[in-house]
T-cell receptor, first 114, second 109 residues
């Protein structure tokens, strides 16, 4: 069974640009959640989608947005990039029938903002 | 605001030692407390998890101790091995998952 796939793995952007990251969950998983990982801050919860609807949201500004498609694939968008957005962005999928349960993480997309 | 506080930030133990990582939370709505292990270049992977109706759970060399009244939980690694060297994250879940800041564990042979 294929794991969670995130693309691209690495990208470099400049301040003010926008970026879109993609996540393909494990087959059969309906929940996709996104996290920002930075040294010293750990994993910060961005948002969770279940069956194409945003089910939960963390405390990030509106520049961070996401969506989920009918095949459960998800995208995350960050607009007007700032230097502080440099981080590893992790996607996790789960069956999602309960709002707790095992998360399966991808290897992340490492974003560098110059 | 960090909803789950984790300590220590880093830990070095000798092979065979018992590293202990502690976490604390405030939100009583949390009802699921997992620990994740992350190796460099990889995403975190579930190690062990507990629900608040249980005070202790063991899986192999890994044990979670849970104190509901104190709103604290900890991870113990028995007979630690160099292969356990990784970053460990505690988490708590209600609507969404909230992670601690991580503990970098080094086990010296």
């Amino acid at each position: 069974k294929a794991g969670v796939t995130q693309t691209p793995r690495y990208l470099i952007k400049t301040r003010g640009q926008q970026v879109t990251l993609s996540c393909s969950p494990i087959s059969g998983h309906r929940s996709v959640s996104w996290y920002q990982q930075t040294p010293g801050q750990g994993l910060q919860f961005l948002f969770e989608y279940f069956s194409e609807t945003q089910r939960n949201k963390g405390n990030f500004p509106g520049r961070f947005s996401g969506r989920q498609f009918s095949n459960s694939r998800s995208e995350m968008n960050v607009s007007t990039l700032e230097l502080g957005d440099s981080a590893l962005y992790l996607c996790a999928s789960s069956l999602g029938t309960r709002q707790t349960g095992e998360l399966f993480f991808g290897e992340g997309s490492r974003l560098t903002v110059l | 605001q960090q909803q789950v506080k984790q300590s220590p930030q880093s830990l070095i133990v000798q092979k065979g030692g018992i590293p202990i990582i502690n976490c604390a939370y405030e939100n009583t709505a949390f009802d699921y407390f997992p620990w994740y292990q992350q190796f460099p270049g990889k995403g975190p992977a579930l190690l062990i998890a507990i629900r608040p109706d249980v005070s202790e759970k063991k899986e192999g060399r890994f044990t979670i101790s849970f104190n509901k009244s104190a709103k604290q939980f900890s991870l113990h690694i028995m007979d630690s091995q160099p292969g356990d060297s990784a970053t460990y994250f505690c988490a708590a879940s209600a609507k969404g998952f909230y992670f601690g800041t991580g503990t970098s564990l080094t086990v010296i042979p």
